[in-house]
Structures are given as structure tokens and as C-alpha cells.
């Protein structure tokens, strides 16, 4: 595979010592996205320790489609993909920039399927009510990587080694989603009440961060398999799904991490991973 035109896109950056490090972030409410709270907060410091990518790149639980297909346009729009919610969340805009060339050069760093370039949907609450908090002058191009969501777990995992690349090219990766996430199970009367998890959840959560820790891949990926509280945690995919991505980018030299390792309202958790 000729990655002429990747070589363009960073013909400007010279290849970087250290790889970026990939993020699993826990992304909650859409309200974090314009609270000042812990996880905002941490958010916020998160992207003045890591160093300054020169794009970004999301893969977001809100964008699921049949194949695989990546943001190319110019200035990708803000999704306010959610309903009942201040107005105050609703007027929030975030005008990142998009990168074209930096979405073709993806599409060909990936060869195991035809990736879309995609003009129609912009940054959905996966990603800017994360990304707006790490960077908050909007002066970073900023993509999503949409999930396939007809496709096993293992498809997504092995996708993502085939833009491990980035890392040395100044992008970070950030999967954006929710190991516990069942949202038909929530204590409502329970949200504001710090680290409260029910016993199921707070198990899982001790696996995952055990199997995350000690680089068992392979049962995160047969999630299904783990115990009768994986079906409580992971009810549908759609938000464990970006973990798998951002497993699939670790390397053996990667450290592992976590933050914001927190349980909200009984049946969700904020639990996030940095690698490397």
C-alpha cells in the first residue's frame, strides 16, 4: 500500500519520538459537556498534560453505520444529538475544523474494508462534550470514525490497528463511550449521589479495569462471554465498542491508566483509560 498521500499530510510535521497516547473516555450526560465538574475537569487537565496533537480523531458511540466511514468535510457542524436537555446545551457550538486530506489518508491507511468519505454528519456529543473541555479554543482539526455496527467485536478491535500509524503523526485517538452503560436500569433519585453503583455494576467495573490492566484483550473482546453481569453492563454495544478501538491501539511498551473511575446513578460508569 503506497501511503503517498499520508506522507503529504505530514509532510510539515516530522515523525514524532513518542507516540500520542489513545484515550478511552467515559463520556456520560451530555451535560458534562457544559458542567464544571470532576470529569470536565479532568478532561480539561488531560489535555494540558498530553501533548498537543495536531488533529484529533473520535470514535464515537453516537455514530453508528452500515460500514465504515470517516468525517471529510471542511468544518463539520455540531450534532446536538439528544432531547430534553437545557437550551443552554442546545446552543453550545464547537468550530473545529475538519481535515479532507487527513480523512482520504485514513481511508487508505485502512485496507480490510472501503471507508466512506463522509460530508453529512460533523461531531456528535461523543465527541465535542469531551473534545471542547481538552480543547477549548476549537483550534484543532477534529474527525469521527464512525462503527460499523453490523460487525462482530473483533472487527473493531483489528480496525484499529490499522491506524496505529496516527500515533506517530501527531493525532490523537480518543474512543468515546461507557464500559457499564444500561440506561433503562438508572436510579434516577440516585444521580447526584457521588460513586453510586449497584453491585452488578460496580463488579463489572473491577473487571474491566482488571482485564484492561493486565492486557487480556481477548476477553474484552468476548465481552459476552465474561459473566451474566456483562449483559447488564453492555445491554447493546454501541458505547463498549469504542473501548475495543482504543484497546486495539495499544502496543506492548504502552502503560495503562485509568481515570475518572467513578459510578453514576447506580447502572452507569465514567471509568476512562489513558495508554500510553
Not at 447502572?267 to 489513558?274: G, Q
Amino acid at each position: 500500500m503506497s501511503l503517498h498521500n499520508f506522507k503529504n499530510w505530514t509532510d510539515d510535521l516530522s515523525e514524532e519520538d513518542e507516540k500520542h497516547p489513545v484515550l478511552f473516555i467515559g463520556h456520560g450526560s451530555p451535560m458534562n459537556g457544559i458542567e464544571d465538574n470532576e470529569f470536565s475537569q479532568t478532561w480539561a487537565k488531560m489535555g494540558k498534560e498530553i501533548a498537543r496533537p495536531k488533529a484529533v480523531l473520535v470514535i464515537s458511540a453516537h455514530w453508528l453505520t452500515r460500514g465504515t466511514h470517516i468525517t471529510a468535510m471542511e468544518a463539520p457542524k455540531t450534532i446536538h444529538d439528544f432531547g430534553g436537555f437545557p437550551q443552554a446545551l442546545f446552543d453550545v457550538q464547537y468550530p473545529a475544523k475538519g481535515s479532507p486530506e487527513l480523512a482520504e489518508d485514513v481511508s487508505k491507511l485502512i485496507t480490510s474494508t472501503n471507508v466512506g468519505l463522509d460530508h453529512d454528519w460533523g461531531l456528535d456529543h461523543g465527541t465535542w462534550t469531551v473534545v471542547r473541555h481538552m480543547y477549548p479554543d476549537a483550534d484543532i482539526p477534529v474527525l469521527q470514525l464512525s462503527i460499523d455496527y453490523g460487525m462482530p467485536p473483533q472487527y473493531h478491535y483489528n480496525l484499529a490497528k490499522e491506524i496505529a500509524a496516527l500515533r506517530k503523526k501527531g493525532v490523537l485517538i480518543i474512543g468515546s463511550g461507557n464500559m457499564v452503560h444500561n440506561l433503562r436500569m438508572v436510579d434516577w433519585r440516585k444521580l447526584n449521589e457521588p460513586d453510586y453503583g449497584f453491585d452488578w455494576a460496580i463488579e463489572m467495573n473491577s473487571i474491566f479495569k482488571e482485564k484492561i490492566g493486565n492486557g487480556d484483550h481477548k476477553a474484552l473482546v468476548d465481552y459476552q462471554n465474561l459473566n451474566k453481569a456483562a449483559t447488564l453492563a453492555i445491554p447493546t454495544p454501541d458505547h463498549y465498542y469504542p473501548l475495543l478501538y482504543s484497546l486495539g491501539l495499544q502496543d506492548n511498551k504502552d502503560s495503562v491508566s485509568f481515570f475518572n473511575d467513578r459510578m453514576v446513578g447506580g447502572s452507569l460508569n465514567m471509568t476512562s483509560v489513558k495508554i500510553g
